[in-house]
C-alpha cells in the first residue's frame, strides 16, 4: 500500500499537511519532537552503559568472596 506512493503524492500530502497546521505550528511541532528524539536517544545510551556496569560491580563482588575465602 505504502509502496505505491510516489513524489508527486508526497507533494500534495505535505501541502495538504501546511495548508491545515501553517508553518510556524510546523516548525514548533518539529522541534518538539527533535527534542523528544534526543531525549530518548540519550535514554537509551544510559540503559546501555548501565548493565556494564552491574556487572562490573557483581564481578568485583565475586573476586573479594573468592579473597575472603582463600584468606580464611
Not at 33 to 54: H, Y
Amino acid at each position: 500500500m505504502l509502496s505505491n506512493i510516489g513524489p508527486f503524492q508526497l507533494l500534495i500530502v505535505l501541502a495538504i499537511v501546511l495548508a491545515i497546521f501553517g508553518t510556524k505550528r510546523l516548525r514548533t511541532l518539529g522541534s518538539d519532537l527533535g527534542s523528544a528524539v534526543k531525549g530518548f536517544r540519550s535514554a537509551v545510551n544510559e540503559a546501555d552503559k548501565e548493565p556494564s556496569e552491574e556487572i562490573d560491580f557483581s564481578e568485583s563482588n565475586a573476586a573479594n568472596k573468592n579473597e575472603e575465602d582463600n584468606n580464611s
